[in-house]
């Protein structure tokens, strides 16, 4: 029976009746159901299959492929999706099987005869940069090599400007290097910690600029809602086809800063009054302010977080055990307002 009916025939519809980005609709099956009621392909019935035509459990039976999935099919291709279907169902009379059908649908057959030398494996190779997928029949024998292992290379990360308004945009700019299985994606997290705000970048190649000789740029617009101050590249994540991943985070040379200018969004007249005491201090610091802080954070001299107030309680806090030396205070007010304090502690 090679039917395709109830629940796998809803899953196929569902799937064909939904698709509408994708460049690529790629089908696995066992056996080869296309060859039975194509004119042309049902002659070789008897000479590709491991099994012939008729009724028992491994022939290729009556079914209805072309009467309830191949309109389907052709639909996607008609919207310039490529559909590619993919047997396993041969290895016994022949060892690979290609074939096109005249509305553009390919089927593609392989399979292994145990103890053969001729054996060979279907490899699939996406080009991500220009959307296109190919294949080859490879000869097992030819693809026992070792597995590339080797991460992607990073030469240089570069911002351009340094500088930028808000609505503006940042050009990131890498060097990347990977010649055996080529870059697949990149990752990056921008963010200003002071701030605590975040911009994240996770696309595929294919979304960058490419100028050669390894070169990528990508064009961030900056949006007016991001807060002015210093902008940090935290994390980079490149991942290359064969899924080796090269990870850096910002203790890492190569990361770059850039600083979005603009109004602070706390006019002089509506700007809380807060003052910090003593200045500087042994580590107990005490601050006057009206009602209206809902956190507080502290940060140390190269940006990271030392402590965390949600709900402040008290006027203080306590930075005796910490090391001398200036740190910073973000008073956080209701209505998102943002008041940074420095302190000097000795």
């Known amino acids: 029976m090679s039917n395709i009916i109830d629940e796998p025939l809803e899953l196929f519809n569902s799937v064909t009746d939904t698709l509408q980005t994708t460049t690529h609709l790629v089908i696995l099956h066992h056996k080869l159901i296309w060859m039975y009621g194509d004119s042309y392909l049902q002659t070789y019935i008897n000479s590709i299959p491991n099994g012939g035509f008729g009724d028992c459990f491994y022939c290729i039976n009556p079914n209805n492929f072309y009467v309830d999935l191949y309109p389907k099919l052709l639909e996607l291709e008609a919207k310039g999706i490529e559909v590619i279907c993919v047997a396993e169902d041969i290895g016994f009379r022949t060892n690979e099987f290609a074939y096109t059908t005249p509305e553009g649908v390919q089927y593609l057959a392989s399979g292994i005869d145990a103890g053969k030398s001729y054996n060979q494996a279907l490899i699939f190779r996406h080009d991500v940069v220009n959307d296109s997928l190919s294949w080859t029949f490879n000869l097992l024998s030819d693809l026992l090599i070792p ?65 050669g000789e390894h070169l990528y740029a ?26 080796n991943v090269l990870c850096l985070s910002r203790s890492d040379s190569v990361l770059a800063t850039f600083t979005i200018t603009g109004p602070t969004g706390i006019s002089e007249e509506n700007r809380p009054e807060l003052h910090l005491y003593p200045n500087p201090s042994s580590g107990i610091v005490f601050w006057s302010a009206g009602p209206g802080i809902i956190g507080i954070d502290v940060y140390n001299q190269i940006g990271e977080v030392i402590i965390t107030n949600k709900s402040p309680e008290y006027n203080y806090i306590d930075l005796s055990q910490e090391a001398p030396g200036l740190y910073l205070i973000r008073f956080l007010y209701s209505g998102d307002q943002i008041i940074m304090k420095r302190v000097l502690i000795y």
């Open 218 to 243: 990508y064009d961030m617009p900056i949006p007016d809602s991001a807060r002015s101050g210093i902008w940090y590249v935290t994390d980079i994540s490149i991942m290359d086809s064969a899924g």
């Open 147 to 211: 597995r590339d292992t080797a991460v992607p290379v990073l030469h240089s990360l570069s911002i351009t400007p340094d500088v930028v308004e808000k609505g503006d945009s940042i050009r990131i700019l890498f060097e990347i290097e990977d010649t055996l299985s080529g870059i697949d994606e990149i990752k990056i997290d921008i963010v200003n910690p002071i701030r605590k705000h975040r911009f994240a970048i996770d696309s595929h190649l294919r979304d960058w600029i490419f100028f």
